[in-house]
């Protein structure tokens, strides 16, 4: 059986290019890369949304005093949800990964410096 991933994240998951005020193209972005790393054993979905939080449900109040603290609980409380949900296989509780992006002006490729 095929397994799925969900990428769910912000404007990084969604691919957005700050160069070009574009996307990029599928096979630059990381869910992408993910997509022909794993190959047809994996579903891959990209649930990436520019301005999306994990803080705060409407993007017109993201950014509002936000810290990093802040922002790793909105991420805990994702996970928890996910966990509590009867959304995985056979109707039990899905495998839950967060994945951070690296730090600015480091380049990795799926774990490749």
């Not at 991420?75 to 990964?97: M, T």
Request: net charge negative.
């Amino acid at each position: 059986m095929k397994r799925t991933i969900v990428c769910f994240g912000d404007s990084n998951t969604w691919g957005y290019d700050a160069e070009t005020d574009q996307r990029f193209n599928d096979e630059i972005r990381w869910t992408g890369l993910l997509h022909t790393e794993l190959d047809d054993a994996y579903h891959v979905i990209e649930e990436g949304l520019p301005g999306r939080t994990s803080v705060s449900e409407d993007p017109l109040f993201e950014g509002v005093a936000l810290t990093s603290y802040n922002i790793a609980q909105g991420i805990v409380r994702l996970a928890l949800k996910a966990r509590g949900s009867g959304a995985g296989p056979a109707g039990k509780a899905p495998e839950v990964l967060v994945n951070a992006p690296p730090p600015m002006g480091q380049i990795v490729i799926l774990g490749r410096a």
